[in-house]
């Protein structure tokens, strides 16, 4: 009847350490799925920035056109579009109702190029230095650039809570190990006489803290698999009933990189927090072992 009391003692330390890593790993993995989900509306944030440039009236399509197909391959340029004279009265005329080359007689308007930064390239002094390239261009009458404090406020705003979940993530991970070593802690309590003997009989330090370490190693990959179950269930229902948008930020192989660092996170706390807990009873002489 004792071995069995013991047999239940040791399973229920592990079930406690298992649900607990468990529960752990689900809100880092949620706020590490948050985290790529605002890198990548961020990113496209970014990506809409507009700038055009307004050729001159003397600038023909073709000469326009060829300025386009120069700039298509700047390492800035995300997207490019060329507007014609003709597109661009198309545009007036749609926009406004007026046929300004029925009031003027000509088509007053001239070709222009629109095109949007890659992310890399949307920061202000980037941003400026595009500017004056091209309005240095002796083909180009002006630069118009988006008003861009809109966009800047919403990149801000997601950079900050990016920075809030990194530093709710750090707290997650300093009281996980705190809970998770004082549950491996109670686990090996149990066993400190049994580690002391080893010691007696001539048990190597990493010998005695083997069987600790992979069973603890163990209890944390058991609990990534659950976590990983339930988010990937979780992720697979937003995607699909919910917000199908979701794949533009986030694909299934970033929910299969965080998968994977969360075995490893598991794995690796869990094994720390044995290596610590066994560490300690090993630098204890045999009258420490009763306090």
Same mark, same amino acid.
Request: glycine letters at 6%; one cysteine or more.
């Given at each position: 009847?004792?071995?069995?009391?013991?047999?239940?003692?040791?399973?229920?330390?592990?079930?406690?350490?298992?649900?607990?890593?468990?529960?752990?790993?689900?809100?880092?993995?949620?706020?590490?799925?948050?985290?790529?989900?605002?890198?990548?509306?961020?990113?496209?944030?970014?990506?809409?920035?507009?700038?055009?440039?307004?050729?001159?009236?003397?600038?023909?399509?073709?000469?326009?056109?060829?300025?386009?197909?120069?700039?298509?391959?700047?390492?800035?340029?995300?997207?490019?579009?060329?507007?014609?004279?003709?597109?661009? #009265? $198309?545009?007036?005329?749609?926009?406004? *109702?007026?046929?300004?080359?029925?009031?003027?007689?000509? &088509?007053? @308007? =001239?070709?222009?190029?629109?095109?949007?930064?890659?992310?890399?390239?949307?920061?202000?002094?980037?941003?400026?230095?595009?500017?004056?390239?091209?309005?240095?261009?002796?083909?180009?009458?002006?630069?118009?650039?988006?008003?861009?404090?809109?966009?800047?406020?919403?990149?801000?705003?997601?950079?900050?809570?990016?920075?809030?979940?990194?530093?709710?993530?750090?707290?997650?991970?300093?009281?996980?190990?705190?809970?998770?070593?004082?549950?491996?802690?109670?686990?090996?309590?149990?066993?400190?006489?049994?580690?002391?003997? #080893? $010691?007696?009989?001539?048990?190597?330090? *990493?010998?005695?803290?083997?069987?600790?370490?992979?069973? &603890?190693? @163990? =209890?944390?990959?058991?609990?990534?698999?659950?976590?990983?179950?339930?988010?990937?269930?979780?992720?697979?229902?937003?995607?699909?009933?919910?917000?199908?948008?979701?794949?533009?930020?986030?694909?299934?192989?970033?929910?299969?990189?965080?998968?994977?660092?969360?075995?490893?996170?598991?794995?690796?706390?869990?094994?720390?927090?044995?290596?610590?807990?066994?560490?300690?009873?090993?630098?204890?002489?045999?009258?420490?072992?009763?306090?």
């Amino acid at each position: 009847m004792k071995q069995k009391d013991t047999k239940i003692s040791y399973f229920a330390a592990h079930i406690t350490t298992i649900v607990s890593v468990t529960l752990v790993l689900i809100i880092v993995g949620v706020i590490a799925m948050i985290s790529v989900c605002g890198a990548g509306v961020g990113r496209q944030v970014k990506e809409q920035i507009e700038i055009s440039a307004i050729m001159k009236d003397s600038v023909a399509n073709e000469q326009a056109l060829a300025l386009c197909e120069q700039l298509k391959s700047q390492s800035y340029v995300n997207t490019i579009d060329f507007i014609s004279k003709e597109q661009a #009265m $198309q545009n007036w005329t749609r926009d406004t *109702g007026e046929n300004l080359e029925e009031i003027f007689g000509v &088509n007053p @308007l =001239s070709p222009e190029i629109s095109m949007t930064l890659k992310a890399e390239y949307t920061h202000a002094d980037s941003i400026s230095r595009i500017v004056s390239a091209l309005e240095a261009n002796p083909l180009v009458e002006g630069v118009a650039r988006q008003n861009s404090e809109e966009v800047v406020s919403t990149i801000d705003n997601i950079e900050n809570l990016s920075i809030i979940l990194a530093i709710i993530a750090l707290a997650l991970i300093v009281i996980s190990f705190v809970l998770i070593n004082n549950t491996v802690h109670l686990s090996i309590y149990s066993r400190r006489f049994t580690i002391h003997t #080893m $010691q007696l009989v001539g048990a190597t330090n *990493g010998f005695i803290r083997r069987p600790f370490i992979v069973g &603890n190693m @163990l =209890s944390g990959v058991i609990a990534a698999v659950l976590a990983s179950a339930i988010l990937a269930s979780v992720v697979q229902y937003i995607v699909s009933y919910e917000f199908p948008q979701l794949t533009q930020y986030m694909s299934w192989g970033n929910v299969g990189i965080i998968i994977i660092g969360l075995f490893l996170f598991g794995a690796a706390i869990c094994s720390a927090a044995a290596w610590a807990a066994t560490t300690k009873y090993l630098r204890r002489d045999y009258d420490q072992l009763f306090k």
